[in-house]
């Protein structure tokens, strides 16, 4: 392990035992210091909107296929966020702070040449398994994405899989509707504590009228390149009209790709150009629970190398959640979600999804009740 500190070896190597052993809910194992990071996951839905302008551009599209192919566009800007900025700003991928159940973030992207404001609202709807849900909105442009996301770990050969459960709806002129699954990952580097994302296998967006299926592939396979994909996008059957029958773009989701079929030339090039969502100020309104409040000297423990005050702190907030789930238990009450309404399976996910065969053919979906904190109106 080049990368662990000479102090942190034994820790780091008893903690591959654990994950070697273990499978299931890895974000309650402890890990050793230098591998912590400071963000917790409820701050990860940012990534879908950290170009906001692909966002946006989603709607000045021509419905049909030029939609569609914005709507791929979006997403793939979105993975060199979502799955190598802990790498590019921390030097690998980190383990990060497992939230409390209703621990909640809200952000925002301003308008900007006209592209509209964009709201984020997340919220952690359980903590064993986790399960983070969320809404981004660009209610300017009429853009929509809700979705909720949990991981099913296990370890194999040297790496960690991390199976993506959950999806996204995204919803333009609240007619037209797109569900959007998730890659499967591959945690590699583990052994020498620098551990980094491949993504593997394939998603899917289905929806106005396009099914595109993106299929991941590392060094070593189609093109021999790391964060490699190959995207097919063709009309659902009896759809599409004058355009080609089967567009394929090409190339990898963190530089650039290119058409190789029904089209011509850059599909997408990746700027530098991530902006991060700017936090509400906090008011009582935002609760104890807000991220950023709730952890704030964890992080600081970490960020600035006290572990005694961020290990203190963290067990601070565990204690408090267990006494809360106690209470509650003695009191014969149950959590109650703060924004969403939990529903057991999703009529959109299940009427698209066969038109891909989507397994599992129904998910869990979480209903935004609309009650954005006021603090969204003054911005
Ligand atoms: C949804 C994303 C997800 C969350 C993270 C697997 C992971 C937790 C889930 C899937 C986002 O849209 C995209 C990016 C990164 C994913 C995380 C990477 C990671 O390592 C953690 C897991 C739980 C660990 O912390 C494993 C132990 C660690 C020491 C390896 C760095």
Same mark, same amino acid.
């Given at each position: ?6 102090a942190q070896?034994g820790?780091?190597?008893?903690f591959l %035992? ?7 809910d ?6 050793p210091?230098?591998?912590?990071s ?6 990860f ?5 950290e170009?906001?302008?692909y966002?946006?551009?989603?709607a000045?599209?021509?419905?049909? =296929?030029?939609?569609a192919?914005a709507?791929?566009?979006w ?5 060199k966020?979502?799955?190598?900025s802990?790498n ?8 990060p ?11 925002s ?7 509209g ?6 919220e ?10 969320y809404i981004?909105?660009?209610k300017? #442009? ?9 991981? #099913? ?9 991390? %199976?993506?459960i ?9 007619t ?9 990952l ?14 593997a ?6 929806g106005g ?5 993106i299929?991941?592939?590392g %060094?070593?396979?189609?093109s ?5 994909? %190959? ?6 059957p ?10 394929v ?6 530089e ?5 079929k ?6 997408h =090039?990746?700027?530098e =150009?991530?902006?991060?969502a700017?936090?509400l100020?906090?008011t ?5 629970s807000?991220t950023r409040?709730l952890?704030n000297?964890?992080?600081k423990?970490?960020?600035e190398?006290?572990f005694e005050?961020a290990?203190r ?6 204690n408090?959640?267990? =006494?809360?789930?106690k209470d ?6 149950t959590?109650?979600?703060?924004h ?9 996910y299940?009427?698209l ?6 397994t599992?053919?129904?998910e ?6 609309g ?9």
């Amino acid at each position: 392990g080049a990368a662990v500190p000479a102090a942190q070896r034994g820790s780091w190597t008893s903690f591959l %035992k654990s994950i070697a052993s273990f499978s299931g809910d890895l974000s309650s194992l402890t890990a050793p210091p230098f591998i912590l990071s400071p963000t917790s996951l409820t701050e990860f839905p940012a990534y879908w909107c950290e170009r906001p302008e692909y966002f946006a551009a989603i709607a000045d599209a021509k419905p049909g =296929q030029d939609r569609a192919l914005a709507v791929l566009r979006w997403f793939i800007s979105t993975l060199k966020d979502q799955y190598t900025s802990r790498n590019e700003t921390m030097g690998s991928e980190k383990k990060p702070l497992n939230p409390v159940l209703g621990e909640v973030f809200y952000g925002s992207w301003p308008d900007k040449n006209g592209r509209g404001l964009t709201e984020l609202l997340v919220e952690q709807v359980s903590h064993h398994p986790p399960i983070t849900a969320y809404i981004i909105e660009n209610k300017h #442009k009429r853009v929509r994405l809700v979705g909720h996301n949990a991981q #099913k770990t296990s370890f194999s050969g040297g790496a960690i899989i991390v %199976k993506q459960i959950g999806h996204a709806v995204l919803t333009i002129n609240e007619t037209e509707q797109y569900v959007i699954t998730l890659p499967r990952l591959r945690i590699d580097g583990l052994w020498y504590g620098s551990p980094y994302i491949e993504l593997a296998d394939t998603s899917y967006i289905i929806g106005g009228g396009y099914i595109t299926s993106i299929e991941y592939k590392g %060094k070593g396979y189609f093109s021999g390149k790391s964060h490699s994909f %190959k995207s097919t996008t063709v009309p659902m059957p009896g759809q599409g009209g004058a355009g080609p029958k089967e567009i394929v773009v090409e190339g990898t989701w963190h530089e650039s790709s290119k058409f190789t079929k029904g089209g011509a030339g850059t599909f997408h =090039q990746v700027n530098e =150009q991530r902006e991060e969502a700017k936090p509400l100020t906090w008011t009582d309104e935002l609760g104890e629970s807000e991220t950023r409040r709730l952890w704030n000297l964890v992080a600081k423990g970490i960020r600035e190398g006290d572990f005694e005050l961020a290990s203190r702190e963290k067990s601070r907030i565990e204690n408090e959640q267990r =006494q809360k789930r106690k209470d509650e238990a003695a009191e014969g009450r149950t959590w109650e979600l703060k924004h969403f309404d939990h529903q057991e399976s999703d009529p959109i996910y299940e009427q698209l999804g066969r038109l891909a065969k989507l397994t599992p053919p129904t998910e869990d979906m979480y209903i935004f009740k609309g009650n954005w904190p006021s603090g969204f109106a003054s911005l």
